[in-house]
Structures are given as C-alpha cells and as structure tokens.
T-cell receptor, first 115, second 114 residues
Framework: AQSVSQHNHHVILSEAASLELGCNYS??????LFWYVQYPGQHLQLLLK??????LVKGIKGFEAEFIKSKFSFNLRKPSVQWSDTAEYFC?????????????FGTGTQLKVEL | KAGVTQTPRYLIKTRGQQVTLSCSPI?????VSWYQQTPGQGLQFLFE???????NKGNFPGRFSGRQFSNSRSEMNVSTLELGDSALYLC?????????????FGQGTRLTVV
C-alpha cells in the first residue's frame, strides 16, 4: 500500500531561520505531489503542487519544494520563516496509475515559529 | 467565488445514533471527496464521488456511507456512532475527475460522539 512519511512531527524554529520539512512516499509509479498547510482554526490550504516538468516548484508565501524522483522525496523549504508560518504542514500524494483521485497524506508536521 | 461549504460546523451525538454531514463544492466542481482527520490517525480518505457515482473508497467500515446529488452536493452518513468516530470530517472538491487537478478543502465538520 502506498504510504507517505513525514519525518519531523514537531519543529520549533526562530524567526528568520531556514526550514526544510521532509516527505517521502513509497509508490514507484507516476505521482502528483502536494504540500498543504493548516493554520490554527482554518481549513487546509494548498501551498504548492507538482504534476510534471521542473522538479523545483514554487508556491505561495515563499515556500518551495523539490521533487527528487530517485529518492521518492518531495521536501518543503523556506529560506526564512516568519511567526505567521506557525501551522501544521501536510505532504500528500496522488498515485496516477489506478489510484483515482485519492490523496494519501503524511502524518503532518507541526511547525512553531518563535519570535 | 465561494469555497467549499460544510454544514454543520460542529455536532455532538450520542453513541449508537446516526449522523449526516453535508458538503457543497465550489460552483462548477463535480468531484467531491471526504476525509477523516484525527490526532492519532491523521488524514484518512473515506470516499470520492463524481457525477453521483462513487469512484473510490477508503478502508472504513460500512457504517460510513455517502452520496452525491445531481447538483454535485454531497452528504456523508455515519450510522451506529462509536466514540472513535469523533473527528474532523473534511470535504474536498475538484473541478474535474482527472489527475492533475488540485483539491480545495472546506473547514470541516467537528463531530464529537459522547
């Protein structure tokens, strides 16, 4: 069965620090990849997505992610975090072959940015 | 344009009861999926509907069911509620039933079973 792993469950950073959140998936076929963010009390919002093409994708609020097919990874990065980035971050994968439109989510990473 | 609307936002039910949750997708979106979010299990896929047909189903017992209407609105029903069904239930809509289209999520319905 396909699974998505997020290695960091809780991350605490100071403002202006750099961020990298890891995401690995187990399926070897073609996939669509996503990072969603859930701010406290708000709904899940799409940060960025990878469907095809340039493996380095840029999203909203200065976030970017790199798809490395050989490593089955899609890590999220931001060079300088802000207090307002405090939220829970979810990596998600859609398996293109035979998976329908089912999003398989990682367990999430709770990010806290301190002033 | 209005986002995905889920009603009610909060619900408290007793064990053994049943519950129906509603989701109105973004106008023009025809695909609706449901997810359960709990602290222990994270976000888990329940089912997906497109054009009133269930296209995909997750690993949940038969007590969990859903349907989609001709206007793309969807309902999810849980019968014989158990304490473990307490969760945030999220609905997501897509414009098309195709890979490569992103899902937009509603704010969810917080179900508490007592």
């Amino acid at each position: 069965a396909q699974s998505v792993s997020q290695h960091n469950h809780h991350v605490i950073l100071s403002e202006a620090a750099s961020l990298e959140l890891g995401c690995n998936y187990s399926y070897g076929g073609t996939v669509n990849l996503f990072w969603y963010v859930q701010y406290p009390g708000q709904h899940l919002q799409l940060l960025l997505k990878y469907f095809s093409g340039d493996p380095l994708v840029k999203g909203i609020k200065g976030f970017e992610a790199e798809f490395i097919k050989s490593k089955f990874s899609f890590n999220l990065r931001k060079p300088s975090v802000q207090w307002s980035d405090t939220a829970e971050y979810f990596c998600a994968v859609i398996r293109i072959t035979g998976g329908g439109n089912k999003l398989t989510f990682g367990t999430g990473t709770q990010l806290k940015v301190e002033l | 344009k209005a986002g995905v609307t889920q009603t009610p936002r909060y619900l408290i039910k007793t064990r053994g009861q049943q519950v129906t949750l509603s989701c109105s997708p973004i106008s023009g979106h025809r695909s609706v999926s449901w997810y359960q979010q709990t602290p222990g299990q994270g976000l888990q896929f329940l089912f997906e509907y497109f054009s009133e047909t269930q296209r995909n189903k997750g690993n949940f017992p038969g007590r969990f069911s859903g349907r989609q209407f001709s206007n793309s609105r969807s309902e999810m029903n849980v019968s014989t509620l158990e304490l473990g069904d307490s969760a945030l239930y999220l609905c997501a809509s897509r414009k098309r039933d195709r890979r490569g289209t992103e899902a937009f999520f509603g704010q969810g319905t917080r179900l508490t079973v007592v």
